[in-house]
Nanobody, 119 residues
Framework: QVQLVESGGGLVQAGGSLRLSCAAS????MGWFRQTPGKEREFVAA????????YYGDSVKGRFTISKDNAKNTVYLQMNSLKPEDTAVYYC????????????????WGQGTQVTVSS
């Protein structure tokens, strides 16, 4: 069973930064999604198994950066210029075959970490 352990969420003021981490028990293509109550899980970013190709949701392009440390089987999400609308629970996901923007194609999920951006 693949395990994903997330960390790094918290409370930050608008315009601030946070970095999320997700440690996996193996090497996979990885992604981040976010979800607010009553809404579907929204694609944020994804990165291939090798780490050489990245994908971003339109709402975070230019502000968020996904990266991967294959030696540690860890994926990071650097979030800059945060906005109140970025407030959500952020979930790390692992893909056996990457289909980056589709949550139903994620094979394994982390437990989620809350990110709250105050105005």
């Amino acid at each position: 069973q693949v395990q994903l352990v997330e960390s790094g969420g918290g409370l930050v003021q608008a315009g601030g930064s946070l970095r999320l981490s997700c440690a996996a028990s193996g090497r996979y293509a990885m992604g981040w999604f976010r979800q607010t109550p009553g809404k579907e899980r929204e694609f944020v970013a994804a990165i291939t198994w090798s780490g050489d190709v990245t994908y971003y949701g339109d709402s975070v392009k230019g502000r968020f950066t996904i990266s991967k440390d294959n030696a540690k089987n860890t994926v990071y999400l650097q979030m800059n210029s945060l906005k109140p609308e970025d407030t959500a629970v952020y979930y790390c996901g692992a893909y056996r075959i990457i289909v980056p923007t589709t949550s139903t194609r994620v094979d394994y999920w982390g437990q989620g970490t809350q990110v709250t951006v105050s105005s």
